[in-house]
Nanobody, 126 residues
């Protein structure tokens, strides 16, 4: 019933920018509570950014000041604007929705989300 479809990622050079989007369909307990995660080869899935129903955002320390999460409610679309990209940002990125717990300590935990989009590859070359 709930489906998340992410846009294609892309390949950019270090310092470049990309914007990811994720369109949600169906009903969730908190339609505006969505997040972006990423996973690089050999590493655990990492919470990148999250936004709650009030528009409050949370970011991983590694992306603060460079990434911006936002949403367009009318289109049920989540965005991740990525700027000043670094090679270490290279990963498969996933959008997620339907958190069980909407609290700061849990908002960037992958096991806190019940719905996931397909992965989209972001590659940053040096």
């Amino acid at each position: 019933q709930v489906q998340l479809v992410a846009s294609a990622g892309g390949s950019v050079q270090s310092g470049g920018s990309l914007r990811l989007s994720c369109v949600a369909s169906g009903v969730t307990s908190c339609t505006r509570c969505m997040a972006w995660f990423r996973q690089a080869p050999g590493k655990e899935r990492e919470g990148v950014a999250a936004i709650d129903s009030d528009g409050t955002t949370s970011y991983a320390d590694s992306v603060k000041g460079r990434f911006t999460i936002s949403q367009e409610s009318a289109k049920n679309t989540l965005y991740l604007q990525m700027s000043s990209l670094k090679p270490e940002d290279t990963a498969m990125y996933y959008c997620a929705a339907g958190p069980y717990i909407v609290r700061q300590w849990a908002i960037l935990r992958s096991d806190n989300y019940r719905y996931w989009g397909q992965g989209t590859q972001v590659t940053v070359s040096s």
